[in-house]
């Protein structure tokens, strides 16, 4: 079983910075874990990928948060983070982890993951 932890949300002023975690615990045995990725959802939108980064580090952005956002991973820790600078009241959102669970080198060859979602963090941006 996989469960993703999220933490770090809170209320900032504009122009603040705030670092987000997800943590994945695991209880049995797993054979890696894949691309991660952090999604928001703010107020009457629908959910939109902010940041994705690959097992082996490549990361990739929204245009709306390229160079204020920075998205990076721990593999010792199962953890993954965002970094994020600048913030504009338009990051307003919940934001949530999802990572790539493959449970057997066969489910990993053969692309068969598990799709984990954390339960989402609030960050309001408020003057």
């Known amino acids: 079983q996989v469960q993703l932890v999220e933490s770090g949300g809170g209320l900032v002023q504009p122009g603040e910075s705030l670092r987000l975690s997800c943590t994945a615990l695991i209880s049995g045995s797993i054979d890696s874990i894949g691309a991660m990725n952090w999604y928001r959802q703010a107020p009457g939108k629908e959910r939109e990928l902010v940041a994705s980064?690959?097992?082996?580090?490549?990361?990739t952005y929204a245009d709306s948060v390229k160079e204020r956002f920075t998205i990076s991973r721990d593999h010792a820790k199962s953890a993954m983070y965002l970094q994020m600078n600048s913030l504009k009241p338009e990051d307003t959102a919940v934001y949530y982890c999802y990572a790539q669970i493959f449970f057997t080198p066969q489910a990993r060859y053969s692309g068969n993951a598990f799709d984990a979602w954390g339960q989402g963090t609030l960050v309001t941006v408020s003057s």
């Open positions: 980064v690959t097992s082996d580090g490549r990361s």
